[in-house]
Every structure is written in C-alpha cells, then in structure tokens.
C-alpha cells in the first residue's frame, strides 16, 4: 500500500494536473492520495472534492505550513510507503511504481527522491546535497563564485546514496518515520527535508537519490528572486544550526553567508 501525500495551497490547475497523472504512475499498486489544503482562497479544495472525489480531503483552516501540514497527512495514512508530493509535479507512467521497487530492493533505504527534471527537462539543481555544514557551504559559495558552476553533478545517471533529498517528491518508509518521528513543524518551510533525512540517517537509514525515475518539476525556481522566500530560508537555516550544530556554528554561518552575498553582489 502507498500512501501520496500533497499539501495544497492556492495551486488548482497544478494540483489537478498532478492529481491526473497519479493513476498512471502508480500503476497496479494499491495507493491511497491524500490532499492536505492550507486554507486556499483560489478553490483548490472544493476542486479536489468535486473532480477527485477518491482523494481524502483534508481543509486546513488557516496555512499550518509544509512540515505540519504533510504530517496531518502522513497521520492519516497508511501503508508501508508515503510519498510526499509537491502540487506542482507530473509524474509519467510507472514513476511511483518504480520508485516503490527501489525501495523493496534496497531494505536499509529510510528515503529516497526520482531525479526532478525542469520543464525544459533539464536536471533541476538541488534536488540532492550533502548536510549545510559550514565547511559544505563554504565548498559549495567557492565553486559558485571562482568557477560558475554547481558542487554537484545533478546529472548523476546512477542511484546515489546522500545527505538529503529534496522534499518535492520524496519517498519514505513507513518504519523510518514510527523511528524518528515526521516532519519538524518547527520549521515553516525549507530545510523541513534536510533535518528528516539527517534524523533517518543518525538512526541508520540511507537516504538515496534514484535518477533512473524521472518526474518534472514545474516550481523549484531560485529564491534569490523572491525576497519573502529568501527570508524564510534563512531563517530555516538558522534554525537547522541552532538544533543539529549549535550557536556558535549558527554565529559563523551568519558572518560566513553575509561575506559571501557581498562578495557575490561585487562581482555582478
């Protein structure tokens, strides 16, 4: 049994086209689709009820955010499998079928995500990664400004194990969350998939990035071009530091992101 979990917010047409395209992913499995809509003012729930009238239903009254709102979900599933599904995604046939195989095939995976392509089918960056230490974001600023170019390959053809998964379309075994619990609720947006996969693997689940399953992304664009987006993703991570790495880290990090943002608007 899967369970496909979609947190819904002010998304009708992307919802209903990911809403479409479940049935040919999941192929013969058995599944179940929960929406959980967060208080959406453009219709998204009553088009839920009234052209997928399978799909359980949850309205939220006001936005809970992304981390309680797909626990909502996740509580009210069932099965051995949940996947946590961006409203914003099409999946083609046998996506989730393939995925559900990857993980029957490979026990010791707590989580997993299929590569997420652009709508121009191009790989999507940061769609996998390593923890955001401080010596991983130093790694990482260094490519970006002396080189143009990305720490990782999102090209990556075989399946990889790694620190994280992007939380659009990310695939969890049901034993793993009863271990470490769901999503920190905490954490309004961003870095909500970075600290459940560091949870899973301290408790020795892999986590694993599988790019022989395709799905497409139609969101995932740059927060540096949304100032409200970028403020809650800093926040988030001064958050993950304050919990998993301490003050002292987070202080540095702060000195450490601020040096880089002048250094980067200097050489634009």
């Known amino acids: 049994m899967l369970a496909v979990v979609i947190v819904s917010w002010n998304t009708a047409p992307l919802l209903a086209n990911c809403l479409r395209s479940i049935p040919a992913a999941a192929d013969a499995l058995e599944y179940d689709v929960i929406v959980v809509d967060n208080a959406s003012s453009d219709g998204s729930p009553d088009m839920v009820a009234a052209e ?3 799909a359980r239903l949850i309205r939220n009254a006001e936005n809970a955010g992304f981390a309680r709102a797909n626990n909502q979900g996740i509580v009210a599933s069932s099965g051995c499998h949940i996947v ?4 914003d995604t099409i999946m083609p046939a046998r996506a989730l079928t393939r995925l559900v195989d990857f993980m029957d095939a490979h026990p010791k995976v707590g989580a997993c995500s299929p590569r997420l392509l652009r709508p121009d089918g191009t790989p999507q960056p940061y769609a ?6 401080l010596g991983y974001l130093l790694c990482r600023g260094l490519c970006r400004l002396l080189f143009r170019r990305s720490l990782h390959d999102w090209a990556v ?3 990889i194990a790694v620190d994280w998964v992007s939380g659009a379309c990310l695939m969890v075994r049901r034993e793993a969350i009863e271990q470490v619990g769901g999503l920190d609720e905490a954490i309004f947006m961003y870095f ?3 600290d459940w996969c560091l949870r899973m693997r301290r408790a020795g689940w892999q986590v694993c990035y599988a790019p022989q399953v395709e799905i497409t992304h139609l969101g995932g664009q740059s927060v540096a071009q949304n100032p409200a987006a970028q403020a809650a993703y800093y926040r988030s991570l001064a958050y993950f530091y304050d919990k998993h790495y301490g003050s002292l880290a987070r202080g540095v990090m702060r000195i450490a992101l601020a040096a880089f943002r002048l250094v980067r608007s200097a050489k634009h």
């Open 52 to 54: 997928f009238p399978a």
């Open 84 to 87: 946590l599904l961006n409203a």
């Open 128 to 133: 996998f990664g390593s923890d955001p230490t």
């Open 157 to 159: 053809a075989e399946p």
């Open 192 to 194: 909500e998939d970075n």
